[in-house]
């Protein structure tokens, strides 16, 4: 089993659309949650950080996590054109451990 | 204004030749990172660095070298060891809680 399984779509929604996605892991020492987007040719920009369990908002992103579970999603409300880009999960241990990603998901709004 | 910056943005190689990217941060940020990015294969460690003069290798460090002779510089040497180098290769640092990457460099063979 993958430390971090996260499904690599892709996923089409229209303009408007709530998405979510979703990341599942397996190791139950992982405190810090990040979410990243990714553009084409570009590198990862930090969206949403998590520590512990817990839900973040930030503007229309919305960032849960479930430690019972070892499950955590990210939600785009109202989503728009620009949300269109790869979103990675990762994840670390306390202590500077280096940060174990999922692949990526795909996501393309159509206007 | 605070943040990463690597250099080139792309590189060619030629065939048996070391090529290396650099990498540099002004966050003050003590852990310093390299990936490697292919297309449907997610971001591969290939070394990191938890503080100077210190580092350890990642995932996929075969063929290539760092140093860490500076807080704030990280770079990355591709040797012609490495057979297959053509990739989006991204520098990262990080605080205790968060990662910030690169803009990255892509590496193409002639």
């Known amino acids: 089993q993958k430390e971090v399984e996260q499904d690599p779509g892709p996923l089409s929604v229209p303009e408007g659309a709530i998405v979510s996605l979703n990341c599942t892991y397996s190791n139950s020492a992982f405190q810090y949650f990040m979410w990243y987007r990714q553009y084409s040719r570009k590198g990862p920009e930090l969206l949403m950080y998590t520590y512990s369990s817990g839900n973040k908002e930030d503007g229309r992103f919305t960032a849960q996590v479930d430690k019972s579970s070892k499950y955590i999603s990210l939600f785009i409300r109202d989503s728009q054109p620009s949300d269109s880009a790869t979103y990675l999960c990762?994840?670390?241990?306390?202590?500077?451990?280096?940060?174990?990603f999922g692949k990526g998901t795909t996501l393309s709004v159509s206007s | 204004d605070g943040g990463i910056t690597q250099s080139p943005k792309y590189l060619f190689r030629k065939e048996g030749q070391n090529v290396t990217l650099s990498c540099e941060q002004n966050l003050n940020h003590d852990a310093m990172y390299w990936y490697r990015q292919d297309p449907g294969q997610g971001l591969r460690l290939i070394y990191y660095?938890?503080?100077?003069?210190?580092?350890q290798k990642g995932d996929i460090a075969e063929g290539y070298s760092v140093s860490r002779e500076k807080k704030e510089s990280f770079p990355l040497t591709v040797t012609s060891a490495q057979k297959n180098p053509t990739a989006f290769y991204l520098c990262?640092?990080?605080?205790?809680?968060?990662?910030?990457f690169g803009p990255g460099t892509r590496l193409l063979v002639l």
């Open positions: 660095s938890q503080i100077v003069n210190d580092f």
């Open positions: 990762a994840m670390a241990q306390p202590a500077g451990t280096a940060l174990i």
């Open positions: 990262a640092s990080r605080n205790v809680e968060t990662q910030y």
